[in-house]
Antibody
Framework: EVQLVQSGAEVKKPGESLRISCKGS????????ISWVRQMPGKGLEWLGR????????NYSPSFQGHVTISADKSISTAYLQWSSLKASDTAMYYC????????????WGQGTLVTVSS | SYELTQPPSVSVSPGQTASITCSGD??????ASWYQQKPGQSPVLVIF???KRPSGIPERFSGSNSGNTATLTISGTQAMDEADYYC?????????FGGGTKLTVL
């Protein structure tokens, strides 16, 4: 069974750093790109960026470039999303998603990681 | 930056046909995908490459894409189809989602 299992909910203060993870199983991790998607409370889906786990090549949304970093460790089939300095406006659910290489539809999603940033 | 526009809400009676549109500049030149999200759940792919259905998605879900508009059609809508629906396309290497449409079955 194909699965993307994300790390647990986080509560952080503004200015703190954070890295959340997404572990793939049941498929060849390096054969599919991983995207990260944000959903702020009560709002729609926003695309942050994507990574090719085979070589760690990344693409970012212009809206998020420079504020988040996407990385991957293919040896443990895990992708990451990280912040160096969180803001209250980063409070959201974050999903990782597996992309079909070439046509780029999202084939499967993780369960989501809720990040709460509050002083 | 590229934008996709969806109506915020669509209402439909059970058994009737629901149509949800997604508009973007020359969207017909790109592939459109559609995702269904129910409260408290992760999204699910219901249409990809404009009109293809993943395995396990009922035949009542169909899609089209031409000109500036992609359309998700749900025939014989059921109560279980009540959800938020998002279109998505790619502008070069950047993914873009529409704002989402809340489908109400009443």
């Amino acid at each position: 069974e194909v699965q993307l299992v994300q790390s647990g909910a986080e509560v952080k203060k503004p200015g703190e750093s954070l890295r959340i993870s997404c572990k793939g199983s049941g498929y060849s991790f390096t054969s599919y790109w991983i995207s990260w998607v944000r959903q702020m409370p009560g709002k729609g889906l926003e695309w942050l960026g994507r990574i090719d786990p085979s070589d760690s090549h990344t693409n970012y949304s212009p809206s998020f470039q420079g504020h988040v970093t996407i990385s991957a460790d293919k040896s443990i089939s895990t992708a990451y999303l990280q912040w160096s300095s969180l803001k209250a406006s980063d409070t959201a659910m974050y999903y990782c998603a597996r992309l079909n290489r070439g046509t780029w539809e999202i084939l499967s999603w993780g369960q989501g990681t809720l990040v709460t940033v509050s002083s | 930056s590229y934008e996709l526009t969806q109506p915020p809400s669509v209402s439909v009676s059970p058994g009737q046909t629901a149509s949800i549109t997604c508009s973007g500049d020359k969207l017909g030149d790109k592939y459109a995908s559609w995702y269904q999200q129910k409260p408290g759940q992760s999204p699910v792919l219901v249409i990809f490459q404009d009109s293809k259905r993943p395995s396990g998605i009922p035949e009542r879900f169909s899609g089209s894409n031409s000109g500036n508009t992609a359309t998700l059609t749900i025939s014989g809508t059921q109560a279980m189809d009540e959800a938020d629906y998002y279109c998505q396309a790619w502008d070069s290497s950047t993914g873009v989602f529409g704002g989402g449409t809340k489908l109400t079955v009443l």
